[in-house]
């Protein structure tokens, strides 16, 4: 009785707080619809991991018949682990993800730091909004330039390469198997190296200023500064930022390793990732096999979301800060 009158009370209270807040409240239903649309309503599609493939074909018929008298199973899931390609995919997407994370994810931070300690603010904006300037271009633009710079044939930089003896002639270095991943990385920092620094510029300069003048007047260099000042102040959004790149290591970049497998013309091991393995699944086979590749969305779905638990469990133990 006591527990149900409490729940009334919480009920009544949290109706009171709709009420209350009524005209905020309808700022949220343009995104609670668009988040039903576009996440919740696909869910559905999850059904079709649990569906034998044999003799499932989506395009042979009325989608909710094919459903309906599909045959269900767990064998999907099974054959996961079975495939040698599934474990390649994954150790490509753990590496080029994992060296992302080491070396990316700190490159932003130290961007932002240098930016905040120039002296002249319209310079330091100036150079934020070069280094942004990356990002808003497509994979497929941005491939495509670097194709052209690295080309053997009059490429700007490979010319420079084989001037200084660093490459010959006949070698194209994009399709290089042992380059891949370096060259992966590379244009994944020169792309999104600059736009990551923002939040964690804005997050310097909301700093009161005068904990710096207190410091430099303490005698406190600018290393000191940055170590015992900076850094600390800005651990919230480093927390924040970091469990949500954890969260993100199984996507290691479709769009952009598509883009940059066009180049080749045989399917190098180092270039099968998560995204590219399910594509492929679906779209780059005659027999596309859409509950296998279902499976596997769900599968890596679960890891993100385990490494997004796990994230948050280590900076709140670490950096004394998390999503929740």
């Known amino acids: 009785m006591i527990e149900q009158n409490y729940n009334q009370g919480y009920f009544k209270r949290q109706l ?10 309808l700022f949220l239903i343009p995104a609670a619809i668009f988040t039903l649309v576009f996440s919740y309503i ?7 991991a649990f ?33 040698p390609t599934f474990w390649r995919a994954i150790g490509n997407t753990l590496i080029i993800s994992g060296i992302r994370l080491l070396l990316i994810f700190p490159l932003s931070i130290f961007i932002a730091i240098q930016l905040s300690e120039l002296k ?3 310079l330091a904006k100036f150079i934020l909004i070069v280094i942004c300037l990356p990002n808003f271009f497509s994979w497929a633009v941005v491939i495509a330039m670097w194709t052209g710079l690295l080309d053997m044939q ?11 003896g660093l ?13 891949f991943r370096p060259f992966v990385i590379f244009f994944q920092a020169w792309r999104g190296a600059g736009w990551g620094s923002i939040i964690f510029y804005a997050a310097i300069a909301s700093i009161d200023k005068s904990y710096y003048e207190a410091a430099r007047i303490d005698g406190a260099n600018k290393l000191k500064r940055i170590i015992h000042l900076s850094i600390p102040s800005i651990l919230p959004t480093i927390a924040l930022m970091l469990v949500l790149a954890i969260s993100g290591i199984m996507d290691a970049g ?8 066009q180049n080749s013309a045989h399917f190098i091991d180092s270039q099968i990732i998560l995204g ?32 997004m638990l796990i994230g948050n469990f280590i900076t709140r133990r670490t950096l004394k800060r998390g999503l929740w």
């Open 16 to 25: 009171r707080n709709v009420k209350k807040h009524r005209s905020l409240m």
């Open 42 to 48: 696909p869910l559905m599609g999850i059904i079709f």
């Open 51 to 83: 569906i034998d493939p044999a003799g499932f074909d989506l395009t042979g018929g009325p989608v909710l018949w094919n459903v309906i008298n599909a045959n269900f199973t767990f064998q999907n899931f099974v054959q996961i682990f079975d495939n």
């Open 120 to 122: 002249r603010a319209w």
């Open 154 to 164: 009059g490429g700007a930089i490979n010319e420079l390469l084989i001037r200084w």
């Open 167 to 179: 490459n010959s002639p006949n070698n194209p270095l994009l399709i290089h198997d042992s380059l």
């Open 254 to 261: 479709f769009e952009q390793i598509w883009a940059m497998m």
């Open 276 to 307: 590219t393995y399910i594509f492929n699944l679906v779209r780059g086979t005659s027999t596309p096999n859409e509950p296998f590749a279902t499976a596997l969305g769900v599968f890596n779905g679960m890891i993100a979301l385990s490494l």
